[in-house]
């Protein structure tokens, strides 16, 4: 089956500096790629997704970049703020609905 | 707004007993899942269902099993349960439509097994 790789697993950066997670996957049929954010004791909830006929997608802080070619994929997070502390997960999927997480980033802003 | 609801938040079992953990959702979602959630090892699919009593397992079946006899409800039964069942169990539900299949989860059932 589909094996996702994340990096880092724990991730602090300095509020209004930038975010970056990294995901690996190995199987070059995946075409779905959603981001999802938990923050502490609440449900994991979508922020992002991209499909792969696209490169690149952005939705005001927050922008995803895949590399079908090498097979991985980014989240990158600008300007960031004390209420994106969070784990952040990422997944692939072959059929769009069932998907293979990676383990999680615990991203902490420091004020 | 979509509503995906479990039947606890915290549950403590004895090893050996049978477990049912409830997941109801109210959007009329096809998909529904079963994940668990473990520190270091993200979510991990267990079982899910794409339609009313229809089942596939997912990537960690070994020690559970699932019913879904009402579109609306998927349960997840732990026939014996085992110390190395202890975990956050998290559901969640879909449409099977391709480009809007966004999952959304439940609150999460901290399961504890004695």
């Known amino acids: 089956g589909e094996n996702v790789e994340q990096h880092p697993s724990t991730l602090s950066v300095q509020e209004g500096d930038s975010a970056v997670i990294k995901c690996t996957y190995s199987?070059?049929?995946?075409?779905?790629f959603p981001w999802y954010k938990q923050e502490l004791g609440k449900r994991p909830q979508l922020i992002i997704d991209?499909?792969?006929?696209?490169g690149e997608k952005k939705d005001q802080r927050i922008a995803v970049t895949l590399n079908k070619t090498a097979k991985h994929f980014s989240l990158h997070i600008t300007e960031t703020q004390p209420e994106d502390s969070a784990v952040y997960f990422c997944?692939?999927?072959?059929?769009?609905?069932?998907?293979?997480f990676g383990a999680g980033t615990t991203v902490t802003v420091r004020a | 707004d979509v509503k995906v609801t479990q039947s606890s938040r915290y549950l403590v079992k004895r090893t050996g007993e049978k477990v049912f953990l409830e997941c109801v959702q109210d959007?009329?979602?096809?998909?529904m899942f079963w994940y668990r959630q473990d520190p270091g090892l993200g979510l991990r699919l267990i079982y899910f269902?794409?339609?009313?009593?229809?089942?596939e397992k997912g990537d960690i079946p070994e020690g559970y099993s699932v019913s879904r006899e009402k579109k609306e409800r998927f349960s997840l039964i732990l026939e014996s349960a085992s110390t190395n069942q202890t975990s956050m169990y998290l559901c969640?539900?879909?449409?099977?439509?391709?480009?809007?299949?966004?999952?959304?989860f439940g609150p999460g059932t901290r399961l504890t097994v004695l």
């Open positions: 969640a539900s879909s449409l099977r439509e391709p480009t809007n299949n966004e999952q959304f």
């Open positions: 199987d070059s049929a995946s075409n779905y």
């Open positions: 991209i499909r792969s006929n696209v």
């Open positions: 997944a692939a999927s072959i059929n769009d609905y069932k998907l293979s």
């Open positions: 959007m009329d979602h096809e998909n």
């Open positions: 269902s794409y339609d009313v009593k229809m089942k």
